[in-house]
């Protein structure tokens, strides 16, 4: 079986790219054929570079003027998506005007999986009107074709209520890049005893619930006689850092946070193994393949409600997995 996992902005990697990576590896071992349709990579992706994958097969769009209404694949890539011919084709990520292309350019049958672009805050912020065209052309040239696939509990009530009726599959995520590989060398020093918390992403202050996150180390701090730490794992995200330390030395705990920033797989395996508990507070997040790591990892967590992995009853009643109101 021949399957095309279609991501644009897989070069660029991030949480979704990771995912792709995952389960294309994943389907190769089973036997599949895998490629992944994707843009030219970016200088610097985030998380780093993505190592060795599946095959990839750039294209670029025969219209940069029309792309946002109505993407189609070169003439001169289109060959290389013929030649591989796939049995179906796995889109990723909404809302991305660059996913119409995949229902131009192939026939037979699509899996879309939206990544959390369902959800209303997504809808809510920025370019509304953009994204309100955008979803009505995506509902009658890729949506109304597509097996939709929910990588939640929480996704799969986004679907049904944008798209009513239409079929739904709910399929939990595995974790990302540093969930198989062993740990190396700690980034941290030695542990004097200290309670040592862990958060891994992206530094997206708002989206993250990094605010809510310091605050409480703060509040929590004031109330324990054993030393906190928070240690924040992962790559800047639009400044948030800088509200971050500002924010941490109004509160006097600038001391008891350590920013890592972006690691190595081996690296973050190891912050698994040294940290004592695992927290993300995220206002919105598709499943947390992090928070799947750290499970994995054997660590206690402390969730939002609006983290997708902790909707899932076999994750979020466990007695070492505390889901907070977010």
Known sequence: MRVLHWYPKYGGGGGVANAVLGLATAQKLRGAEVAVATMPACANQLYGPLGDGPRQLIWRPSSNLLRVFWPHVRAADRIAIDEFAPDVIHVHGEFNPDNLAAAAVFSGPLVLSPHGGFNPHVFARGRKRIKRLYFA?????????????????????DIERLLPGRPVYCVQQGPGMAGG??????????????????????????????????????????????????????????????????RLAELGCRDRVVFT??????????????????????????????VAEALLAGMPAILSDQIGAAAFPEIGEQPHVAVVPC
């Open 261 to 290: 920033g972006c690691l190595q797989p081996a690296a973050v395996a190891a912050l698994y193994r040294d940290c004592d508990c695992y927290i993300q507070l995220s206002r919105l997040e598709g499943f947390g393949l992090s």
């Open 137 to 157: 052309l995506a509902r009658r040239a890729l949506y109304r074709r597509a097996v939709l696939h929910a990588i939640s509990p929480l996704e799969a009530l």
């Open 181 to 246: 590989t062993p740990p190396g060398a700690s980034p941290l020093p030695p542990n004097d005893g200290r309670l040592r918390l862990l958060f891994v992403g992206r530094l997206n202050l708002r989206e993250k619930g990094l605010d809510l996150m310091v605050e409480a180390l703060a509040l929590a701090q004031r109330q324990s006689a054993r030393r906190l730490e928070l240690v924040l794992c992962g790559p800047d995200w639009v400044g948030s850092r800088v509200w971050l330390e500002q």
